[in-house]
């Protein structure tokens, strides 16, 4: 199963962005679906996010009422819908994915947030 994230960017502050995960692979189901930001020199990343395959979904406090995490399962693919963006958020965004017992990350992208 590959993971592949976009939708990443430079922004001004306030601004929005829309971030792509998708999964692709051989008969597979996508389970749960986290998202992560890491910031450099930082060694553990930042759960943001999670959906589950039903959509419930939660937030970390840092970017709940800012931040919306939906999926599409028809098209094996979760979103990320970034308001209000700080320049603290600026970090490499990943995504994990869950399919059977098994997790899966995309490479990352980097979200730059400018005052």
């Known amino acids: 199963l590959q993971v592949v994230e976009s939708g990443g960017g430079s922004v001004q502050d306030g601004g929005s962005l829309r971030l792509s995960c998708v999964a692709s692979?051989?008969?597979?189901?996508?389970?749960?679906v986290r998202w992560y930001r890491h910031y450099p020199g930082i060694q553990q990343r930042e759960l943001l996010a999670?959906?589950?395959?039903?959509?419930?979904?939660t937030y970390a406090d840092s970017v709940k009422g800012r931040f919306t995490i939906s999926r599409d399962n028809a098209k094996n693919t979760v979103y990320l819908q970034m308001n209000s963006l700080k320049p603290e958020d600026t970090a490499v965004y990943y995504c994990?994915?869950?399919?059977?017992?098994?997790?899966?990350w995309g490479q990352g992208t980097q979200v730059t947030v400018s005052s």
């Open positions: 999670t959906i589950s395959v039903g959509g419930a979904t």
């Open positions: 692979g051989v008969a597979f189901i996508m389970d749960a």
């Open positions: 994990r994915v869950v399919a059977g017992e098994n997790a899966y």
